[in-house]
């Protein structure tokens, strides 16, 4: 498969007269070809080409990473609520536009939002852009010495709610009522669940509310004739939900859009296989050897029996001990030999030993 051709690189904005005024005019742009591994900062010089070049960075394996710093380069103002409304929808909120100031020309507005902290921010949604620091083009440096990119995800939400995707399947989500006893205006609960319980956890930690979407079609995923995607991976690639579980693997990691958590359960995969058919346990004794070979043993301990009888009878001149002068001790002693264990005792004369 041919890799898209990439765009032009923006020329630089029409109030620089020349190279030696633009304070960027040592910078080395590079395509997101030249990109092997994860950056973590990116600096768009774009006047209406910030969706393409976006769109060409998540076309490269490893160049986008919208946890990233963003550094966007415009030529007015006006179009700053409008560049970070558009990077709040790429899911960015690390990005920091930079505009020429209107009362000096080598000064640098750089402004910002905060998502949850009012006025800039409403639960998430941009209201107003927050001039943060200026940039002294002449001297190169800041005018004040803050950070450029403060966190910007507080711990307190204020009750802003958390939308989440997810469809009844236990343990991991429970419902409350069936989906035929709840009225179509009815708002979706759950009772119970692990991931339910793990959600609980985190709203109460965070000050924050949750809003459940209706169960989604396809469950996880589906992908339609369109090739659209549906499901709860469809929620959240289409901004419909902040947040998807029920049971969630790493099998749908194919979704690149998707950023999983860090595994909270493990799950054991088991082989089932048909039981052997079980033997008698006094059956585990003669299986040891096959009937032909339990034959000769027999044959052998008792010719041995014998021939131990006839020595200790008549084959020696010294009295053997009682044990092999019956039939029955002579049998214990072979069978003992073919073990290779120790008889209780030793015979006396060498013929018989």
């Known amino acids: ?38 950056y973590d900062s990116y600096i768009l010089w ?9 769109e060409q960075l998540k076309a490269y394996p490893n160049s986008w990473n919208p946890r990233g710093n963003f550094l966007v380069v415009l030529e007015r103002i006006s179009e ?4 970070l409304e558009e990077m709040r929808q790429w899911q960015v909120l690390n990005v920091v536009a930079m505009v020429p100031a209107s009362s000096d020309r080598n000064m640098f507005d750089l402004y910002t939002w905060f998502p949850y902290q009012p006025p800039s921010g409403e639960c998430g949604k941009l209201r107003e852009t927050v001039l943060v620091n200026k940039c002294n083009a002449q001297e190169g440096h800041l005018i004040r010495n803050v950070s450029l990119f403060p966190p910007k995800i507080p711990k307190d939400f204020a009750g802003c709610p958390i939308t989440v995707s997810t ?9 409350v009522i069936d989906r035929e006893e709840r009225q179509p205006e009815t708002e979706v609960t759950y009772t119970d669940g692990l991931d339910i319980r793990i959600l609980n956890f985190m709203t109460q930690m965070l000050n924050a509310s949750t809003k459940f979407l209706p169960p989604p079609d396809g469950e996880w995923w589906i992908v339609y004739e369109n090739y659209t995607w549906g499901g709860i991976s469809g929620d959240l690639v289409y901004g419909r939900a902040d947040l998807g579980m029920c049971g969630t693997t790493y099998g749908y990691i194919m979704t690149k859009e998707l950023d999983f958590t860090v595994p909270y359960e493990t799950l054991d995969a088991l082989l089932v296989v048909p039981r052997a058919k079980q033997h008698p346990r006094w059956n585990s004794i003669t299986r040891v050897c096959d009937l032909p070979t339990w034959l000769l043993l027999i044959i052998v301990m008792i010719l041995a029996a014998v021939i131990m009888l006839f020595l200790a009878t008549y084959g020696t001149q010294y009295e053997e001990e009682p044990d092999y002068r019956s039939m029955l001790g002579c049998l214990s002693g072979a069978w003992a030999a073919m073990l290779g264990m120790s008889v209780p005792r030793q015979p006396r004369s060498a013929p018989m030993r």
Request: aromatic content about 8%; charged content about 20%.
């Open 1 to 38: 498969m041919d890799e898209p051709a990439p765009n032009p690189t923006p020329s630089p904005p029409s109030y620089f007269e020349n190279d030696e005024q633009n304070p960027m005019y040592k910078l080395e742009i590079l395509s997101p070809c030249d990109f092997h591994d994860n």
């Open 46 to 54: 774009t006047n209406d080409t910030l969706s393409r070049q976006l």
């Open 80 to 83: 700053v609520p409008i560049v």
């Open 167 to 175: 469809f009844p399947s236990e343990p991991h989500v429970m419902r």
